[in-house]
């Protein structure tokens, strides 16, 4: 579930660091900067890499396993909003697809609890 807010968090910090140290004595030069951008964009790939593993964990369950407990579909629903809004463009789209499936379901989830 973490996923995409750990790609976030790391990309934060080391644009921070890299805009912090390296861009005043870089001068300019692009070149000592490219290293720390290339680390950051690897560490966000691996990241959504990760949650995207997880959104698919989250649907299997949801869909195939018939996990039904209202625990469960709230922090999926937090899930997918985090998607949306983290991970721009395609996080979007994950979180939409994910928010779909959930709110087409969203009865199943509250039968549950009431039965």
């Not at 966000?44 to 989250?58: A, D, E, P």
Request: with cysteine.
């Amino acid at each position: 579930m973490m996923g995409p807010f750990f790609a976030f968090l790391g990309t934060f910090v080391v644009f921070s660091r890299m805009f912090g140290d390296a861009l005043p004595s870089a001068g300019g030069n692009s070149t000592e900067l490219s290293p720390a951008m290339e680390l950051t964009f690897r560490m966000t790939m691996w990241g959504y890499g990760i949650g995207l593993v997880g959104v698919v964990l989250v649907l299997i369950a949801a869909l195939v396993l018939k996990n039904r407990e209202q625990w469960f579909y709230q922090n999926a629903i937090v899930l997918a909003v985090i998607w949306c809004f983290l991970a721009f463009p395609i996080g979007t789209f994950v979180g939409v697809l994910l928010l779909f499936a959930l709110l087409m379901r969203r009865a199943e989830f509250h039968n549950s609890t009431r039965a």
